[in-house]
């Protein structure tokens, strides 16, 4: 800190003096600049010389002057000043070598989405549902590290291969699997048919639905276990779907004329016909369709078929002389190969065999169960009509209301 001695001065008047001195202002200035921002500094220091003060004090006849010089601290003012550059980057996709358009091509990073990938691109035409579109991803989430993506989206042309883009057609549904176990009406459907196999009835649909035909096999299979017997619907978990489950082949039903050595049990409730060899085996079992409102197929129990006719002269279809063709269902064909019980009502068979009664008392079957009856009875070569029970030897009983 600089420092002035005192100065005694003589003078010949009183007289008061002052003196100051001038700051001096000195500015320095410093840029950095660091990757994207750029920064100055600019320092300005100010210094202030001592200020000189000047004391004049009278004395008699003189004038003595004291001059003290107070040193000031120096005055250092600094000034910052920043300057920022923000600088926008678009990133543009690394073309992948060896496609048919490498710039509308990426090859998919580690930790990437669709929607990171759309905004690399910066394009606002790519987006994560143009970029499915486009590349026929159905989950985006599915996608795989090194995998090839198509960005260029819309313009019809597979940019990774050349080929060009087909509209996507809408597949058909898959076939339903067919249950194996399980619940439901599929898997009753499938327990159904391995079930009833071999024993002549066509196999369900397993589809799920339960129709007339799935209703009548059902309530067969009900015959069968000796559950409660009806056409309704099964319940998925039930006592009842648990037992059709469980069984190992269709049993003999409980309440068939199992004493004679070769009978057939009609049930009018499942419209079906049960076919069986005494307490042996279980032959058939064939859809049918009894007697109508008003015509109504009899029950009974044990009753002995009396007469056949094989028709030959008409091959196999015998027109009856109380319900002739015109008055008859006209698809039914009137009456193929009959077998005659309980005062002249008949199996045969007929062109058609809905799973309901619409016959005029007789049962129906279908004309190939038919022959495949005649044919286990032995009368497959029967010249001419026969009405001997001995040779015919079959029982037939009839239970149930539709």
Known sequence: MPSTAPVATETASNSAASSTTTPRTTTTQRTSTTGEATTTTRRTTTTTTPRTTTTTKPRRNSTTTTTITTPRPKSTTTTTTTTTTTTTTTTVPVPVPGVHRPKCVVRIEPGDSLSLIAERVADESVTVDALQAENGITDPDSISAGDLLDICA????????????????TPPPPPKPTPRGGSGVQAQQQKLNELFAGHGLAALTVDGDSGSLTEQQLCAARVALNLPVSRADMEPGSAEEQALMSAGAVPIPPTAPVGAERWVMIDQTCQMMFVGEGSSRLVFVFPTSTGESGHETRNQNGSGVFRYDPARENGGWHNSTAYPVPADNPLNGNMYKPLYFDDGQAIHGA????????????????????????????????????????QIDLTVSVQGRY
């Open 351 to 390: 062109g058609y065999v809905p799973p309901s009664p619409q016959s005029k008392g007789c049962a129906r079957l279908r004309v190939e169960h038919q022959d495949a009856l005649i044919g286990w009875l032995g009368l497959r070569d029967a010249a001419g009509p026969l009405w001997d029970t001995g």
């Open 154 to 169: 819309g313009n019809d042309v597979d940019d990774i291969t050349g080929d060009e883009r087909v509209l996507p057609t």
